[in-house]
């Protein structure tokens, strides 16, 4: 499967806990997306990477989410002392120069 | 305000039926347009990009108005499964997407 690929698909955690979230994506895409969906609304800007250059990061994301992307390759997004108001879909998206971006599954974080 | 602004819907269609979809964005500077599809619990695809001299692809039909900062999307002939949220995308220097428009279209 040469598409994005995001692991884990699902994830429950207790409230508190720090979750890590990777994505895959498409070989050779050099910009790399995190969103984060919630029900009825659409995919909201996290942060994005251009190779392993991290350009921009939310203003709505606090300082508990960081996101890598080491080798300009895989990255991860990371989320500490996690808060029910966190459960989401985690959508990782990829780009070449191109603007189309190619989405993968999303992982789905329930925080109980 | 947000950047992009689009009427959530639900669009409840009979098969058959032309429908419109209409978006506004914000940022005068914002450089692409897209339309996405979702389907529901999946991710969201590419549907077709956005063009001022208008462009169409089979049934589907997208225009933009970048003087009233305006997209909007035509689908004729609407098939059972056209059924699903059509988020319009805008970017500037990263991807920003409005909060899409669900779409049902019924027997």
């Known amino acids: 499967d040469t598409g994005v690929s995001q692991n884990p698909r699902h994830k429950i955690t207790k409230r508190g806990q720090n979750v890590t979230f990777r994505c895959d994506p498409i070989?050779?895409?050099?910009?790399l997306y995190w969103y984060r969906q919630t029900l009825g609304q659409g995919p909201e800007f996290l942060t994005y990477?251009?190779?392993?250059?991290?350009?921009?990061k939310s203003r709505l994301l606090s300082d508990r989410f960081s996101a890598e992307r080491p080798k300009g390759s895989f990255s991860t997004l990371e989320i500490q002392r996690t808060e029910q108001g966190d459960s989401a879909m985690y959508l990782c998206?990829?780009?070449?120069?191109?603007?189309?971006?190619?989405f993968g599954q999303g992982t789905r974080l329930t925080v109980v | 305000r947000k950047e992009v602004e689009q009427d959530p819907g639900p669009f409840n269609v009979p098969e058959g039926a032309t429908v419109a979809f209409n978006c506004t964005y914000s940022?005068?500077?914002?450089?692409?347009f897209f339309w996405y599809r979702q389907d529901c619990r999946k991710e969201p695809k590419l549907l077709m990009s956005?063009?001022?001299s208008g462009n169409e692809d089979g049934r589907f039909t997208a225009q933009l108005n970048r003087a009233s900062q305006y997209i909007s999307l035509l689908i004729r002939d609407s098939k059972l499964s056209d059924s699903a949220t059509y988020l319009c995308?805008?970017?500037?220097?990263?991807?920003?997407f409005g909060t899409g428009t669900r779409l049902q279209v019924f027997p």
């Open positions: 940022n005068s500077a914002s450089q692409s």
């Open positions: 998206a990829s780009s070449l120069q191109d603007p189309e971006a190619f």
């Open positions: 990477f251009q190779n392993e250059a991290q350009l921009e």
């Open positions: 070989s050779e895409h050099n910009r």
């Open positions: 956005v063009y001022s």
């Open positions: 995308v805008v970017m500037t220097d990263k991807l920003i």
